[in-house]
């Protein structure tokens, strides 16, 4: 394994990061995608270590994740990847807690890796493991730890019941949150996902994998409206949403224009896509406010998290629909969207807080939504 590409996330603007002894120690693994990460977390919100191995390198050449590929670099970064969040933490497993791991949805072969290697962790030292669902590791982060309006990174402070706007390379969900395994599906995409539409879209016009931050990027200098794209189901009164009709959009509009691109071309066509992500979102969380399953439970905070959480316009949009309705806005900070294992030992510590331990083998599922915890 190249040790190059092994990051050390730093959490050092978080107000406080000491462990106390009372405090439960969770080594939490994510190994459902791309990345091999691992991490150290108390229960008193302290990140002690985190490791991410990114393999975005290994499949770019590919446009996209080669799960193959994921599974067999994940065999051979995982031993590194806790061994070292182990040691940046500056302890040793006999001082570990709990043991959490992702246990799915994901790419089966990676999510093996991590799933047997936490339980093999765990049965070799006697500790509980807890079997994480990677969109409740999503769905929790924001209580671990979150950006402030004036952009530092606190220990969070939000409470159930949330709402909660979950946007990932393979989920678009509108959920209410009411505690931990404890999921309300108010609204979801028909067909594919938000990150996926950026990743299409940034294949589409040849600017690499993955598509999300790239078109971001880009959107920055671009006029939002040079590109009539559609707002698809928005006017609809339920809360689903679907990608597919602003993906096809772009491959017409594509269709009439000859590579290789301008910059002002990518800007605005990047700028245009992603207003009509933006209004898409904003129009089916103003539903889902207004739907009485939301209204009855009155959640103070609007959240969002997942990949598509690290997007600026998105995360602006909905901090200001938060503020128009009179709730909190909150947002993991940016190295807690995208996946990782702290986000998989916080939700472990969240279950086992609640007595949620694996007592006999489970098998790691690839499809798991978050209705069937
Ligand atoms: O949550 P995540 O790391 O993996 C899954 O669980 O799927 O999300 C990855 C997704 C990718 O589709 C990526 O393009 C997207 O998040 N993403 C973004 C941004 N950064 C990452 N999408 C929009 N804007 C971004 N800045
Ligand atoms: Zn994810």
Known sequence: MNN??????????MDSNVHSDHATLCLGIESSCDETSAAIVDSDRNILSHIIYSQIPEHQKYGGVVPELAARAHILAIEDVVSQALKNANKTINDIDVVAATAGPGLIGGVLVGWMA?????????KPLIAVNHLEGHALVPRLCATLADGTIAKSGVEFPYLL??????????LLVHGVGQYEMIGQTLDDSAGEAYDKVAKMLGLGYPGGPIVDKYAQNGNPRAFDFPRPLCDKPNCDFSFSGIKTAARTFL??????YSDEFINDFCASFQAAVVDCIVNRLSNALR???????????????????KNSAIRAAMEKMAQKNK???????????????????WAGLENFAIGNIVDAPIA???RWPLTEL
Request: hydrophobic share 45%.
């Open 165 to 174: 706007m979950l946007a990932s390379g393979g989920h678009c969900q509108i």
């Open 364 to 366: 790691p599922r690839p």
């Open 4 to 13: 190059d590409k092994i990051l050390h996330i730093d959490m050092g603007a």
């Open 255 to 260: 269709g009439r224009v000859d590579a290789p």
């Open 327 to 345: 709730m909190v806005f909150a947002a993991p900070p940016m190295n807690l969207c995208t996946d990782n294992g702290a986000m998989i030992a």
């Open 118 to 126: 936490a339980t093999g962790i765990a049965q070799a030292t006697n």
């Open 291 to 309: 739907d009485s399953r939301v209204r009855d439970v009155a959640p103070k905070t609007l959240v969002v998290a997942g990949g598509v959480a």
